[in-house]
């Protein structure tokens, strides 16, 4: 059925160093969505990517689909530690509003 | 507006104990989803309700039931929890419209079975 992995799992990272998750389909991924939940919790909804190729850019948060709608990446510039939290990427299930979720990459940032 | 809300927080089941956790939106979203968080898996559907009056299984329902009560609520039951029921709960919201279906999830139930 259809997956969406995502690496790596965990992430330690100095504050002020970049920080980079990828989310990879074996299959073409329909919209892609990323998610951020702080510990503890609940995911909050960051951003949706639809078009191949496309670049979105939230403050120091950079957000790809691939070309071939098969990979999508999450990029933090000069982390802060109030960046720390689990970032899921989701793919469209079908033509329906259900979501296939990544595994999730956690990021810890050391002041 | 409260967004989506979950009762109760936490909770501890005996093995064979049954439960319902609840949900409820205020955003006037049609659908509407049950999850469960377990480490390193993600989140993983169990449920969804598409529209007031439909709901259909997702990823892990064994050992669920679902009920959309009306358009705001949708409640999920555990008829007889068993340990491997030990997990973070979600439920969330969206309304699907085109290309634009971001979910709004509620602050989570976190269950143990013992």
């Known amino acids: 059925g259809q997956q969406v992995m995502q690496i790596p799992q965990y992430q330690h990272v100095q504050e002020g160093e970049d920080f980079t998750t990828y989310c990879n389909s074996s299959?073409?991924?329909?919209?892609i969505q990323w998610y951020k939940q702080r510990p503890g919790g609940h995911p909050v909804f960051l951003i949706q990517?639809?078009?191949?190729?496309e670049v979105k850019k939230q403050k120091r948060l950079t957000f790809q689909f691939g070309e071939a709608k098969k990979n999508s990446s999450l990029h933090i510039t000069a982390t802060q530690t109030t960046d720390v939290g689990t970032y899921f990427c989701?793919?469209?299930?079908?033509?329906?509003?259900?979501?296939?979720f990544g595994q999730g990459t956690t990021l810890q940032v050391k002041p | 507006n409260a967004g989506v809300t979950q009762t109760p927080k936490f909770q501890v089941l005996k093995t064979g104990q049954s439960m319902t956790l609840q949900c409820a939106q205020d955003m006037n979203h049609n659908s509407m989803y049950w999850y469960r968080q377990d480490p390193g898996m993600g989140l993983r559907l169990i449920y969804y309700s598409a529209s007031e009056g439909t709901t259909d299984k997702g990823e892990v329902p064994n050992g669920y039931n679902v009920s959309r009560l009306n358009k705001r609520e949708f409640s999920l039951r555990l008829e007889s929890a068993a340990p491997s029921q030990t997990s973070v709960y979600f439920c969330?919201?969206?309304?699907?419209?085109?290309?634009?279906?971001?979910?709004?999830f509620g602050p989570g139930t976190r269950l143990t079975v013992t």
């Open positions: 990517l639809v078009k191949s190729g």
């Open positions: 299959t073409t991924l329909s919209n």
């Open positions: 989701a793919d469209r299930s079908g033509n329906t509003g259900k979501l296939i």
């Open positions: 969330a919201s969206s309304e699907f419209r085109g290309a634009s279906y971001e979910q709004y």
